[in-house]
């Protein structure tokens, strides 16, 4: 069964700072992973998504990492804004079934 | 504009009704499912269909019964309504094969 866990839980970071989202998971067998954020009371956005050949994928400010072997993502933020407030998650498509696994989700905080 | 739309938005009912949450897109996605997000912000997959047939139905309550009238819509209907099934419902869509998913907005129940 795959898990997938987010480290931290929770940041709380001043604005201009570059900070990395860690997601981890269980089961190395996956087609994709992507990055979503969600804001307070709103759906998911997709942000970014990587598929298992690659190894990363940028948008903007953002860049997303993936090491399968290890099992794990990363989601790099560079110069954090407070537009940036906001729930991360990752998911990952993997099995023969279609469906994502999402991970417990990073809420993010960046102040003035 | 090209999107996953469900309506409606906010559904505040009382216990032991029945009701109904729709889900279109037009993306021409051939998959769509139906996620919930609980009181803890967790997602986790409830159904999906595949051009109208259904693949995926996890652990779920028999009251909830999804139903897909074409591949551009995904309906969820619930009978029976209780106190647990609060939650946030979203609609998502994807192309054929382990490749990005779309979500809508979310449609937050509220049981009382």
């Known amino acids: 069964k795959q898990e997938v866990t987010q480290i931290p839980a929770a940041l709380s970071v001043p604005e201009g700072e570059n900070l990395v989202l860690n997601c981890s998971f269980t089961?190395?067998?996956?087609?994709?992973l992507q990055w979503f954020r969600q804001d307070p009371g709103k759906g998911l956005t997709s942000l970014l998504l990587?598929?298992?050949?690659?190894r990363e994928q940028t948008s903007g400010r953002l860049n997303a990492s993936l090491d399968k072997s290890s099992g794990r993502s990363t989601l790099y933020i560079a110069a954090s804004q407070p537009g940036d407030s906001a729930t991360y998650l990752c998911?990952?498509?993997?099995?023969?079934?279609?469906?994502?696994?999402f991970g417990t989700g990073t809420r993010l905080q960046v102040t003035l | 504009d090209t999107a996953v739309s469900q309506t409606p938005k906010y559904l505040v009912t009382q216990m032991g009704n029945d009701k109904s949450i729709k889900c279109e897109q037009n993306?021409?996605?051939?998959?769509m499912y139906w996620y919930k997000q609980d009181s803890k912000k967790f997602l986790k997959i409830m159904f999906s269909?595949?051009?109208?047939?259904?693949?995926i139905n996890e652990t779920v309550p028999n009251r909830f019964s999804p139903k897909s009238p074409d591949k551009a819509h995904l309906n969820l209907h619930i009978n029976s309504l209780e106190l647990g099934d609060s939650a946030v419902y979203f609609c998502?869509?994807?192309?054929?094969?382990?490749?990005?998913?779309?979500f809508g907005s979310g449609t937050r129940l509220t049981v009382v």
């Open positions: 998502a869509s994807s192309p054929q094969g382990p490749t990005g998913y779309t």
């Open positions: 089961d190395s067998a996956i087609y994709n």
């Open positions: 990587i598929q298992s050949s690659q």
């Open positions: 998911a990952l498509w993997y099995g023969t079934a279609s469906k994502l696994t």
């Open positions: 993306l021409g996605h051939d998959t």
């Open positions: 269909y595949n051009n109208k047939e259904l693949i």
